[in-house]
């Protein structure tokens, strides 16, 4: 199918007329080959990135659009895009409902012959664009880019206003959402099925860029292999427009070159690219080569596009995660994008902080929860050699409400997951797709011992169809990574039979038999020997920890304290040392994060980090980096 410029357009149109109620516009897929190609500027492609202090309008009657508040906002305040409205603006941390950012911006003429688009990063949860008072389209879900074409509709040689109305309701329609019933619907305020506050807004950067009009790449696909000490990568390259040729060139940081031509059908073509003495990617050797795809002549290049990948295969065999056929033990954090004031818009220095602590701490990887992170962040990963567990916002997902729901959230899984392999596809870093957090059986909290299954028949099924499914669509969409979800302690385990490892949470200790060391310790290593046995597959945990308040100090039996904290974390290591099955031990959580208001968040902050929410260290990061760093002794 050819997604052209003037496809969009029409789809654009197509899709006003005939919005989805789970996409909107972004039914027809038309964003999808837009999100691939993360904007770029080079010689023939451009980009303005509108980050910067925009208008915005709080809308609690949601009369703006009926009141054409695209033409121009009546009474605008300012705020800063990327970042969360709620803390920006004084006493809205609670406010979730209908809001509206609006900019000016030239297009540069330079541009003009050009085809023209508006990315925009993430807008949590739900967002309409417009352009000069027209509407592009919507697009629903946060974490996860979006896009529209302008070409036809800029204004050359004067200001372009562009409006997003954004809004971030909390229903059981929408994921993540809030589920009447659900485990933490009744204890927070506001009222999420999750336990992260629910930031919103437009939290990442806003594009326009331009492309080549003649033609141009639309998407590219590297998958990489190795035999022996050639390795391959293989490019699936497509494009729009009239244009016969072009070619993949890969060079290595010496700039050695290797130079394959495309030979297109329509709009495709595949290439394998043969590299001669390979260095392969890991977390100790992060190589990237260069990939630069053109169309058109070499001499002068009509569309031209950049990538920078490592060769680097990821599989399960027997009882190991293998990284170039070799085993891994991944040694790392749960995160969240959080930061004060922030909330959850993009942060650099924050960011390069995070990676410069986790090598400090001799972390190999983390879990992208709940929801994919900004761009840039796997860009760093890649470069840093840090592997990571890519996972969509789907947390807190359950299969017991009603079917509408559960089916709108099912299509909404779908599309988010498609998204996200479009976007992160190509990144070295990424070794697995992870399609939910914590789906919970309707039973969750009788059973909280975990491993059994005891969710009613047709719960089960649902369930199991759910989850398989999105696993299943992971693995076409992607065959080269390792597909997974996240278990919840007490859920049925027979939901995992499809993950290609076995990936869970655990609290013994905390959140069960509270504060009995001996207790939980009994019953988090005998779990683990009965997941083994039942799966024979590797097992990795994705969550474990304690609430710690930074600087309270007692002994280390006593709740809340550093030293109890410490004193958990240190056991749930040792433990994971006798299991050899054990491939993975990822801290529950990297930094402490704001949530919201309940009786166990005191001041509305999850405190399981080991780094304070401004990064600084409590006891347990010592203790990590000593384990980890300095001792080396075991796996963890
Ligand atoms: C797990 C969730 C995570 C929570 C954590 C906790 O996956 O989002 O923050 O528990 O309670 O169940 O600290």
């Known amino acids: 199918m050819?997604?052209?410029?003037?496809?969009?357009?029409i789809t654009v149109l197509f899709a006003i007329s005939f919005i989805d109620p789970v996409a909107g516009i972004a039914q027809n897929g038309t964003y999808i080959p837009a999100i691939a190609l993360y904007p770029q500027q080079n010689a023939v492609r451009n980009r303005l990135d509108l980050s910067s202090i925009w208008n915005f309008q709080l809308d609690p009657a949601e009369e703006g659009e009926n009141a054409g508040w695209f033409n121009g906002l009546p009474a605008p305040q300012s705020i800063a895009v990327p970042g969360s409205w709620n803390d920006q603006l004084d006493q809205k941390h609670n406010y979730l409902g209908c809001s509206w950012y609006e900019m000016e911006t030239y297009v540069p003429s330079s541009w003009k012959n050009n085809?023209?688009?508006?990315?925009?990063?993430?807008?949590?949860?739900?967002?309409?664009?417009?352009?000069?008072?027209?509407?592009?389209?919507?697009?629903?879900?946060?974490?996860?880019?979006?896009?529209?074409?302008?070409?036809?509709?800029?204004?050359?040689?004067?200001?372009?206003?562009?409006?997003?109305m954004v809004e971030n309701k909390l229903s059981a329609d929408r994921v993540p959402g809030n589920v009447a019933g659900g485990a933490l619907t009744s204890v927070n305020y506001p009222n999420t099925n999750y336990d992260f506050f629910p930031y919103s807004g437009l939290h990442r950067s806003v594009w326009l860029y331009s492309v080549p009009k003649q033609a141009h790449l639309i998407d590219i696909a590297l998958t990489t292999t190795f035999q022996g000490s050639t390795g391959t990568i293989h490019a699936k390259v497509k494009k729009h427009g009239k244009v016969a040729n072009g070619r993949v060139i890969v060079s290595d940081k010496d700039g050695k070159q290797t130079v394959m031509p495309l030979r297109f059908t329509g709009d495709d073509a595949n290439v394998d690219v043969q590299i001669a003495d390979v260095k392969l990617w890991s977390p100790d050797t992060p190589y990237l080569y260069n990939v630069t795809v053109e169309l058109?002549?070499?001499?002068?290049?009509?569309?031209?596009?950049?990538?920078?990948?490592?060769?680097?295969?990821?599989?399960v065999k027997g009882n190991d995660i293998l990284l170039n056929g070799e085993p891994i033990i991944l040694r790392g954090f749960g995160k969240h994008e959080d930061f004060p004031i922030f909330g959850r818009g993009t942060a650099l220095p924050v960011m390069i902080r995070d990676f410069s602590l986790m090598k400090w701490i001799g972390a190999n990887s983390f879990r992208t929860s709940h929801y994919p992170y900004d761009e840039t962040v796997y860009e760093e990963?890649?470069?840093?050699?840090?592997?990571?567990?890519?996972?969509?916002?789907?947390?807190?997902?359950?299969?017991?409400?009603?079917?509408?729901?559960?089916?709108?959230?099912?299509?909404?899984?779908?599309?988010?997951?498609?998204?996200?392999?479009?976007?992160?596809?190509?990144?070295?870093?990424?070794?697995?797709?992870?399609?939910?957090?914590?789906?919970?059986?309707k039973t969750l909290g009788s059973n909280v011992m975990g491993g059994s299954n005891d969710a009613a028949e047709e719960e089960n099924n649902i369930a199991k169809d759910f989850l398989g499914g999105l696993l299943r669509q992971a693995k076409k969409l992607d065959p080269s990574r390792l597909t997974t979800f996240v278990g919840v302690m007490g859920g049925p385990a027979d939901w995992m039979a499809e993950c290609d490892l076995i990936t869970i949470n655990r609290y013994y200790g905390w959140y069960t038999n509270t504060g009995n060391f001996a207790m939980a310790e009994r019953y988090f290593g005998g779990e683990l020997d009965k997941l083994y046995n039942q799966f024979h597959k590797p097992i990795v945990l994705?969550?474990?920890?304690?609430?710690?308040?930074?600087?309270?100090?007692?002994?280390?039996?006593e709740m809340y304290s550093e030293e109890f904290?410490?004193?958990?974390?240190?056991?749930?290591?040792?433990?994971?040392?006798?299991?050899?099955?054990?491939?993975?031990?990822?801290?529950?959580?990297?930094?402490?994060?704001?949530?919201?208001?309940?009786?166990?968040?005191?001041?509305?902050?999850?405190?399981?980090?080991?780094?304070?929410?401004?990064?600084?260290?409590?006891?347990?990061?010592?203790?990590?980096?000593?384990?980890?760093?300095?001792?080396?002794?075991?796996?963890?």
């Open 296 to 315: 058109g002549n070499a001499s002068k290049p009509i569309d031209s596009y950049n990538l920078q990948t490592g060769v680097r295969t990821i599989e």
């Open 381 to 441: 990963a890649d470069k840093q050699g840090i592997l990571i567990i890519d996972e969509i916002p789907s947390v807190g997902l359950v299969f017991y409400d009603d079917k509408k729901d559960i089916d709108r959230r099912r299509k909404l899984c779908d599309r988010m997951l498609e998204e996200m392999i479009t976007r992160d596809k190509n990144h070295p870093s990424v070794i697995m797709w992870c399609v939910a957090n914590e789906p919970s059986p």
């Open 542 to 557: 994705t969550e474990f920890g304690a609430d710690a308040i930074s600087g309270h100090h007692a002994n280390e039996d």
């Open 115 to 164: 085809e023209v688009g508006i990315r925009i990063g993430s807008a949590v949860y739900f967002a309409k664009v417009w352009i000069n008072g027209q509407l592009l389209g919507q697009h629903e879900g946060g974490h996860l880019p979006f896009a529209f074409a302008v070409t036809d509709k800029v204004k050359w040689g004067e200001k372009n206003r562009i409006t997003i």
């Open 2 to 9: 050819k997604r052209s410029f003037l496809y969009c357009i």
């Open 565 to 636: 904290q410490r004193k958990m974390i240190n056991a749930y290591l040792d433990i994971a040392n006798t299991k050899p099955f054990v491939k993975g031990m990822m801290v529950w959580a990297f930094a402490d994060f704001r949530t919201g208001q309940a009786l166990m968040r005191v001041g509305g902050m999850n405190l399981k980090g080991v780094f304070t929410q401004d990064r600084r260290p409590k006891m347990a990061a010592w203790l990590l980096r000593k384990r980890w760093v300095d001792e080396k002794k075991g796996n963890f």
